[in-house]
């Protein structure tokens, strides 16, 4: 093969590999960190039923502290991020954006429904680069410019100070916090239908879903798994702007504090069986 | 390894056909109806519209209109101009060869009736070139790009030679039924003009590593399954592999939509995406 160096010269070279790679990279690792991103977020909602973390005031805040401590526990954080999430994200986004530019959307002509998904995935895509970024930037990174209010997200103080980002400040929710909020909404939700929409068209890529009656199936069962995520993320993004900042900083500050003043207040407060369960 | 084949519903919306026959039912023989078109003196060469008075006929198609439109070229501003180039050969929508946009989605303008489009006095009725191909003049455009798709995936059987090589193997009739269905492709290029990812390439050099587009990859299928069509199997799945193959396909799923033969086109995809990830994995282990 003769040596070319240019750009298309390698995605050419490289295609098949290539292409099956930016597939399974939306799957795996991004899908299954999405899945598990918008469970964690989440938290700030479905802990609040956890009742053995009632003691720290508020238990969804607490819940969501414990779900940070948790990722922030394991070893060679920075690598697993660099190399499991970064790296394959920004692979995926840049071989996705050549892929969308050798498409003509042709909706207004043809206006089904599969091909509006078609449309939209790319859609999704180019919005999703801009929120990841943002996302990235503002809470990873640091760039707290970008941020109306100026919150510097803490991962001792998770819920509280993100929710200061997304109310706009400490104060309850402002304007510019709304637009913030919906910025969140409207990428996140964006990327939901991006990573089911994905699932199914992938299953076609690979050739698992072959006839109409089976591609069709696996499409209502990619259905359940974007209302499903979509409720998390729906959920997530209310529970943080709605979330009282002052009652979240203290079930935090307990944490921080270690666990045992905490449960020793929680035997002191009576030890119902669910705290006594803590207790162990 | 590649069995499925189902009647799901392809080809042209339910709702659509239902909206023509009710228009075809309601529709007054001896009407105006203007046939407005997009002209194009040759390669090259700037379009413009033009539209035209026609007197409906008992069952006219698109291709008696444009006859009736040649005997008198002259458009609703009075000015005389000349005769309108389409190209056709079957006129029974087997050929392909006459194949445009009619208001604004592809098909073929000899099975187009004027009644099902344009049923009332005055309707209008919108004739376009394919976009995806050059333009040879008006309404005619070179398929040449398509042919050259279907060489690239070899979409025959291998039996030239200098001597007799006997009978073929026995087929199954349960894959002569399927294969039957994806036989009746007639190379129109519909499924090309739909599809977002099949765009117009000018440049010749590039066809072999632009998409291959829905008929081929549906063609490679049925030649894979063919008993002695098997032979280049794995050609047909390298051409598959490489720029421009099977992966090109973005899933907009209007391909399956718009072919007139309903060949379920979707599953072809799906089918050759399953072939091609088996072969890679043949390959990586094998070499
Ligand atoms: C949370 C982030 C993301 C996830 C979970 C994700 C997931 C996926 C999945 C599962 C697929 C299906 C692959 C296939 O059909 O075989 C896909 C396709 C695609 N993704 Fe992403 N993706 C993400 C971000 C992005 C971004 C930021 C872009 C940037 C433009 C992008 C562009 C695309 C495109 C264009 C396709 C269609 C490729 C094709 O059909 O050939 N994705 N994505
Ligand atoms: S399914 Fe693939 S080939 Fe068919 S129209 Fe869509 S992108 Fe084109
Ligand atoms: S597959 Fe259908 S739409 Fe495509 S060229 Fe063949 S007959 Fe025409
Ligand atoms: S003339 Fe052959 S398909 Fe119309």
Redesign the pocket.
Known sequence: MTQTDSKTGFLDRNYFLLRRLHSLTGIMPIGVFLISHLLTNASIVWGRFDSREAAYGHAGAAVFQKEVNFIHSLPFLLLIEIFGLWLPIAFHAALGVVYAMSGKPNNQRYAYQDNWR?TLQRISGYVGIAFIFYHLATLRWGWTFLIPGGTQWSAEFAGSTLAQVMQGGPDGVTFKGLVVALFYFVGVSLLVFHFANGLWTSAITWGLTISAKAQKRWGVACLGVGASLMALAWAAIFGFMVLDVKSAKDAEAKILKGPLPVLEKAADAGGSSDLARTAK | MITSLTNAPAGPHAKELAQRAANRRNAKVGRTVMVKVQRCDGPGKASRWETFKVTTERGMNVISALQQIAGNPVTTDGKKTTPVVWNSGCLEEVCGACTMVINGKVRQSCSCLLDDYAPNEGDTITLEPMSKFPIIRDLWVDRERLFHNLRRVKAWVPIDGTYNLGPGPREHPKDQEIRYKMSECMSCGC?LE?????NLEADESKWDTSFI??HA?NQARLFNMHATGKELAMERLDALMGPGGVSD????????KVCPKSIP??ES?AAMGRAVTLASFTKFFRS
């Open positions: 078609y | 499924c739909a599809c977002p990812q099949f587009g829905a990859i396909c973005g899933n907009a799923q209007n391909c399956v086109l979707t995809i």
